[in-house]
């Protein structure tokens, strides 16, 4: 009986979206060069990045303003034009040195979601299941107690060709990235 009731892929699924969390975070930490990409080659371009766009930015509102005098209006359009270069040479360097690791990172994503997507989908079989059977968990626990013996614990029991993938997705390790403290030795 207990082989008839379609397996809980709730477990890993909870797994796979704290995972999807985790790899969310690492992007917007790549994007930013914060977090676990602090004093790393992708940390240091991103926030190269970010400052020759805060620069670029700051000098084409100066070079906007109305009641600013043409010296000043003309220093900030120069100054935001050699911003915009440097921003445009920061960006080719960001995109250089951080593609692989995004690329890597959006790998993992699309396999977790799709595999998030194939977890629902059980999910949802399970619950139409137990909905047509509302006895049967019942009926399941009373003989347990009859026989007095606990029922083997289930693996999760999906056979589904993503399974594998997705538990290696979920405990592979993040890669050191130069962020750990030194407590010294």
């Not at 070079?63 to 000043?72: E, F, L, Q, T, Y």
């Not at 619950?127 to 107690?145: G, I, K, M, Q, T």
């Amino acid at each position: 009986m207990a082989a008839a009731i379609p397996p809980d892929p709730r477990p890993l699924l909870r797994s796979v979206e704290s995972r999807l969390a985790d790899l969310g975070e690492a992007l917007v930490d790549l994007q930013t060069g914060h977090g676990r990409y602090t004093n790393t080659p992708e940390g240091e371009a991103a926030q190269t990045l970010a400052r020759a766009r805060r620069g670029r930015h700051e000098a084409e509102t100066f070079a906007g303003m109305p009641d600013m005098d043409w010296r000043s209006r003309r220093y900030w359009r120069r100054s935001a034009r050699e911003w915009a270069a440097e921003e445009a040479t920061a960006q080719e360097r960001f995109e250089g040195v951080s593609g692989p690791e995004r690329q890597r990172l959006e790998a993992k994503i699309s396999a977790l979601e799709d595999g998030r997507f194939e977890l629902q989908r059980q999910v949802e079989v399970r619950d139409e299941w137990l909905s047509a059977h509302p006895e049967a968990p019942r009926r399941l626990e009373h003989l347990d107690r009859e026989i007095d013996r606990p029922t083997p614990k289930q693996d999760h029991g999906l056979h589904h060709d993503l399974l594998p993938e997705l538990q290696q997705l979920v405990h592979m390790p993040e890669p050191k990235l130069g962020a750990e403290l030194d407590f010294g030795s």
